[in-house]
Each structure stands twice: as structure tokens, then as C-alpha cells.
């Protein structure tokens, strides 16, 4: 139980486009979903929070116009990199808290390249 | 607040011999403490956690973690280190922050595994 899934695991965009990353509880309804950014050999960050049918809490430094998340649903969020630049390049993980809300349960990342 | 120390960002160890990966954590209140592993260019993965039950917690792979308050420790232990066992390793306490629980990541340690 408890996976979440992330589409697409590999992305790459040309500078200045959009792209949009998804992730998906699929067994459990998800009360909460995280976003992260991770840059190589480095832990991990936590960019947003955010919660079915809410806006989303972001990290201090984060631009919220650039990165817009979106929670429709119980089981749903997306990210959309706006106006991509090489410098967004990076690997994108999610996560999802259900029931338990102390526990958090990853997808499996989307690398992100733009060139 | 809550806050978590990874002591070593690099160990080494030869295969067949035991690994240890401190971690030390500080929380005003009962924490739940978790280790990941996270193999190059994947997710993380879960290996094991603490949640106020008992204080020697058994994980996936032979690996396990003994909770000690008074020494606000969780170190990850496995008598014998694998050559699949190579990979970064992430100690995390989660806190709640403004109503909503958050995971504070350490810095990780990256465990090398010797032939």
C-alpha cells in the first residue's frame, strides 16, 4: 500500500517553455502533498505544501509564479515549471501524507533538463 | 523546533563488514524518525521507522536503528554491508510546523562499499 507514482520520471524542454510534472497517490486518498527539489549529491528541499482544494504553502526563497502547484484533488498534484530556464534543471520529487499525517510517502522522481 | 545531525557525509566500508550511520536528532516532544536510502537517480525508500513503539526498530535489508532518547540518537546499523547496499542514506524527524507535519531532512551520508 501507500504508492505514489510521478509522470513523467524523465523530462526534457527547451528554455522558455512550460512543463508540468504529476504525481499521484494511487492506493490512499493523499490529505497532504509535498514537492521537492533535489541538486546532485545534495539532500533533499522542500519547495511547497499543499492540501486537497487549497492554495499552496511555499518555502521561503521559492518563486510561486514560476512554480505553480496545483492540489484538484485527493489524489492529485501537479507541478508546472513556468518559463523553464537551464538553471531549473534539477530532479523533482513528491510526496503524500494520508491518514497518518507524521509519515510521508514518495514518488519515485522526475528529472528535469532544460536546455 | 525539530532538527537532525547526520555525523559523517562519507563512510566506507568493506563488504562483509558492519555498517554504522549516526544520525542525531533534536525534538521538544516524542519524535518520529525515519531513515531513506536513495540509490543514484531514483526515489527514496523507505528502510525504517520510529514511531513511539519499541525503541530497536527492524527495517528492510537487514538493516535496523535503535532509538536513544538520552542520547537523542538513531543510528542505523547492519552486521554485514552488501555491494547493493552503496547508495545515500537520509536520517529525517518529522515536525509538525504551523498544523501541518514536515519532514526535516539531514544532510546525508553516503556509504561506500568496498569489494
Known amino acids: 500500500g501507500a504508492v505514489v507514482s510521478q509522470h513523467p520520471s524523465w523530462v526534457i524542454c527547451k528554455s522558455g517553455t512550460s512543463v508540468k510534472i504529476e504525481c499521484r497517490s494511487l492506493d490512499f486518498q493523499a490529505t497532504t502533498m509535498f514537492w521537492y527539489r533535489q541538486f546532485p549529491k545534495q539532500s533533499l528541499m522542500l519547495m511547497a505544501t499543499?492540501?486537497?482544494?487549497?492554495?499552496?504553502?511555499?518555502e521561503q526563497g521559492v518563486e510561486k509564479d514560476k512554480f505553480l502547484i496545483n492540489h484538484a484533488s485527493l489524489t492529485l498534484s501537479t507541478l508546472t515549471v513556468t518559463s523553464a530556464h537551464p538553471e531549473d534543471s534539477s530532479f523533482y520529487i513528491c510526496?503524500?501524507?494520508?491518514?497518518?499525517?507524521?509519515?510521508?510517502?514518495f514518488g519515485p522522481g522526475t528529472r528535469l533538463t532544460v536546455t | 523546533a525539530q532538527s537532525v545531525t547526520q555525523l559523517d557525509s562519507h563512510v566506507s566500508v568493506s563488504e562483509g563488514t558492519p555498517v554504522l550511520l549516526r544520525c542525531n536528532y533534536s525534538?521538544?516532544?516524542?519524535?518520529?524518525l525515519f531513515w531513506y536510502v536513495q540509490h543514484p537517480n531514483k526515489g527514496l525508500q523507505l528502510l525504517l521507522k520510529?514511531?513511539?513503539?519499541?525503541?530497536l526498530v527492524k527495517g528492510i535489508n537487514g538493516f535496523e536503528a535503535e532509538f536513544k532518547k538520552s542520547e537523542t540518537s538513531f543510528h542505523l546499523t547492519k552486521p554485514s554491508a552488501h555491494m547493493s547496499d552503496a547508495a545515500e542514506y537520509f536520517c529525517v524527524v518529522s515536525g509538525r510546523t504551523s498544523g501541518t507535519y514536515k519532514y526535516i531532512f539531514g544532510t546525508g551520508t553516503r556509504l561506500k562499499v568496498l569489494a
Open positions: 520510529y514511531t513511539s513503539a519499541a525503541t
Open positions: 499543499s492540501n486537497e482544494g487549497s492554495k499552496a504553502t511555499y
Open positions: 525534538s521538544s516532544y516524542s519524535p518520529s
Open positions: 510526496s503524500a501524507s494520508g491518514q497518518a499525517a507524521y509519515e510521508q510517502y
